[in-house]
Each structure stands twice: as structure tokens, then as C-alpha cells.
């Protein structure tokens, strides 16, 4: 299918089979993740692949757990120490260091449409620590992983769709926060 083919399929699905996602597909994520532009080509975008249930668990019990779902979750993180940042510039960093790994997140989930994969991404920020939206902190939801150096930038969950279309790409879902999924005309979108 042509890109902007995969692009019309690509929705987010939160409803998933327990079916194994190949190592093949996560390996085309990565790569395609990798391949996504950065700012001042820093390349600073870091990954993680979750398939152990427990772990998986884990990030669900304590961000939401539509996350529990998943039959695979493949974290972003931003590593803050790959690049030397000018006294006075962290906070242009900060923004740019978010959007380079947003890159590699939207990359991903078209890959993961490509191959049939339902997908969806769930955002992650220190700002979250000690807020309504996380039950724990940071620091339990990734043990082992120095959140030091690798800032959480957000999860895509991956699995096969419950519910598919007539050819077998994730159905979307009508609505989401009480709006419709359905897009607007793009010229509703020009400023
Ligand atoms: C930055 C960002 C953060 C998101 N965070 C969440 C989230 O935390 N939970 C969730 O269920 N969906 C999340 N989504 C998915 C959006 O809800 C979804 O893209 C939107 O409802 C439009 O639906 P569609 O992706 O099917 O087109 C996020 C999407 C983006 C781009």
C-alpha cells in the first residue's frame, strides 16, 4: 500500500489480541525510528522494547491500564547526555529533545499500520511524576533504566486489533476524549 494509504489506515487501538508481535515488525519500527529526523541531528532518541507480561503490567498499573492490553510496548526515551548543551539553551533543547523523539513515535506507528499492527501512543513526561495522571512515580514504572540520563517521552503500544476492516487494518475508534476520530477538512485546518 502507498504511503498516504498506510497513513488513511493508520488510527490509534487500544483493543488488542494476545497474539505475539514479530520480532521482524519490531525490528522495522526500530529502524524507522532511527531514520526519523532530529533536530541539529543530535540522534538522541533511545528505545526499549517491553514483551514480558509482567513488565507490561507494570507500566499499565501505574500510567493507564489500557496499557495492560498491549501484547508489546516499545518505550522513547530522550538521552540527555549525547550532546554537550550550551549554558542558557536547556530549555531549547528540552523542546527539541520532544520533538526528535515524536519523530521516531509517529515513524513507528505508520510501520506498525504497515504490517497490520494495531497501535497507540501514550505520552510520558517527568512533568507527570507526583500528578493525577501517574499511580507511582516514574522511577517504578521504569526499574533498571536511569531516568538520570533517559527522559521518558512516551509508550507506543503495539498489538493485532481486536477488531479489523475488510482488510485486516485496526478499525478506528468513532470517538476519543467526547470528539469524534474523524478529521475535519484540511481546509478547516489552514490559518
Ligand atoms: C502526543 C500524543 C499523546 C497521546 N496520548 C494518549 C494517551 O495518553 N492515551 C491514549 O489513549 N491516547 C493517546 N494518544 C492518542 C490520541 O488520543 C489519538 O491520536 C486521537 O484521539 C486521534 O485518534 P487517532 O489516532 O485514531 O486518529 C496520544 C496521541 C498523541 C499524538
Given at each position: 500500500?502507498?504511503?498516504?494509504?498506510?497513513?488513511?489506515?493508520?488510527?490509534?487501538?487500544?483493543?488488542?489480541?494476545?497474539?505475539?508481535?514479530?520480532?521482524?515488525?519490531?525490528?522495522?519500527?526500530?529502524?524507522?525510528?532511527?531514520?526519523?529526523?532530529?533536530?541539529?541531528?543530535?540522534?538522541n532518541q533511545r528505545f526499549h522494547v517491553y514483551r514480558m507480561s509482567d513488565e507490561?503490567?507494570?507500566?499499565?498499573?501505574?500510567?493507564t491500564p489500557i496499557i495492560r492490553r498491549a501484547a508489546c510496548v516499545?518505550?522513547?526515551?530522550?538521552?540527555?547526555?549525547?550532546?554537550?548543551?550550551?549554558?542558557?539553551?536547556?530549555?531549547?533543547?528540552?523542546?527539541?529533545?520532544?520533538?526528535?523523539?515524536?519523530?521516531?513515535?509517529?515513524?513507528?506507528?505508520?510501520?506498525?499500520?504497515?504490517?497490520?499492527?494495531?497501535?497507540?501512543?501514550?505520552?510520558?513526561?517527568?512533568?507527570?511524576?507526583?500528578?493525577?495522571?501517574?499511580?507511582?512515580?516514574?522511577?517504578?514504572?521504569?526499574?533498571?533504566?536511569?531516568?538520570?540520563?533517559?527522559?521518558?517521552?512516551?509508550?507506543?503500544?503495539?498489538?493485532?486489533?481486536?477488531?479489523?476492516?475488510?482488510?485486516?487494518?485496526?478499525?478506528?475508534?468513532?470517538?476519543?476524549?467526547?470528539?469524534?476520530?474523524?478529521?475535519?477538512?484540511?481546509?478547516?485546518?489552514?490559518?
Open positions: 500500500m502507498s504511503l498516504l494509504g498506510i497513513m488513511s489506515k493508520r488510527c490509534s487501538t487500544r483493543q488488542f489480541t494476545d497474539k505475539p508481535i514479530p520480532c521482524s515488525a519490531v525490528d522495522a519500527m526500530l529502524w524507522s525510528a532511527v531514520r526519523a529526523p532530529s533536530g541539529a541531528n543530535a540522534q507490561i503490567n507494570n507500566l499499565g498499573d501505574i500510567r516499545i518505550a522513547v526515551f530522550i538521552d540527555t547526555e549525547h550532546l554537550q548543551i550550551p549554558d542558557g539553551e536547556e530549555s531549547i533543547w528540552a523542546f527539541l529533545n520532544e520533538q526528535n523523539a515524536a519523530a521516531s513515535l509517529m515513524s513507528m506507528a505508520l510501520v506498525a499500520t504497515s504490517c497490520h499492527i494495531g497501535n497507540c501512543w501514550i505520552s510520558l513526561n517527568k512533568s507527570m511524576d507526583g500528578t493525577r495522571v501517574l499511580k507511582g512515580t516514574l522511577a517504578e514504572m521504569f526499574p533498571g533504566i536511569d531516568l538520570d540520563r533517559y527522559e521518558p517521552h512516551g509508550l507506543l503500544l503495539l498489538g493485532y486489533p481486536k477488531s479489523a476492516d475488510f482488510h485486516d487494518y485496526p478499525r478506528s475508534e468513532e470517538s476519543h476524549c467526547g470528539r469524534p476520530v474523524a478529521r475535519r477538512p484540511v481546509l478547516e485546518y489552514i490559518i
